[in-house]
């Protein structure tokens, strides 16, 4: 059989797509095993500079100094990955090094219950030595999840590069604001602007027809057209518009 033929192989890094409440579809590339581990080794050679400084200290001060160099092992041992995770956007520094985040199945951020259960679940990943049955979970589904991502519910995903927004039609009409919004329905709005022209007409007033009182009583067509020209004023696309149409 030539190669041509032959079929491709498949990747270890799979792509899971999510479908938010607010119609969006989410992309999220899995982790695998390796790249994980890599991030695993960054951070525990971080922890151990850590502690390895920290004991330098803690043992020249008899007694005392034995209790905080095992509170210190502690707070290395099970606390450092929490903290990390959920203060630092779901990465520690060997996941972040690596480009990798830990999110919820459904792609939100991560929480402290949900960092904890899959942190203070590693005792049991670990077994019966190096991490054993964590790898051999992982193996077993196809999100690459250890059992404490299983009993978590979360994800290690590559993190998502932050493009620019960046409107793809010619759509330039603005609107007024009707009343003052709060600075999350500026953001849903200048989201849907955004989004709009990748939805079906009939998707997208759908989801227009949500936005109430903005859109109240129009058929899905118009409040389709209303939300983007709304987030067209937001955007400031009409000025834009028009300052490339005197330079012309």
Request: proline residues 6%; aromatic residues 10%; charged residues 20%.
């Amino acid at each position: 059989m030539s190669s041509a033929n032959a079929a491709p192989v498949p990747r270890l890094d799979t792509v899971r797509r999510v479908l938010t409440p607010e119609g969006c579809e989410l992309e999220l590339r899995l982790a695998g095993g390796i790249v994980r581990a890599r991030a695993w080794c960054i951070d525990f050679l971080f922890r151990l500079l850590i502690f390895w400084g920290g004991s330098l200290v803690l043992t020249r001060i008899g007694s005392l100094g034995m209790a905080f160099f095992l509170l210190l092992y502690f707070l290395l041992e099970w606390i450092y990955p929490v903290v990390f995770e959920v203060l630092w956007q779901g990465a520690t520094p060997g996941k972040r090094l690596s480009g990798l985040v830990v999110v919820r199945d459904d792609g939100t951020p991560l929480d402290w219950s949900a960092s904890v259960a899959r942190n203070f679940l590693r005792f049991v990943d670990f077994l019966p030595f190096f991490y054993a049955f964590g790898v051999l979970t992982m193996g077993l589904n196809r999100e690459n999840k250890r059992l404490g991502d299983l009993l978590a519910g979360t994800l290690v995903v590559y993190r998502q590069p932050v493009a620019a927004p960046r409107v793809t039609d010619d759509d330039a009409t603005e609107e007024i604001l009707p009343f003052a919004l709060s600075e999350t329905e500026q953001r849903a709005l200048i989201e849907y602007r955004l989004r709009a022209p990748g939805f079906s007409y009939a998707r997208a007033g759908e989801l227009a027809q949500l936005a109430t009182p903005l859109t109240a009583g129009l058929p899905p067509d118009d409040a389709r057209d209303r939300l983007v020209h709304l987030g067209n004023r937001l955007l400031g696309r009409g000025a834009l518009a028009a300052r490339t149409e005197g330079g012309e």
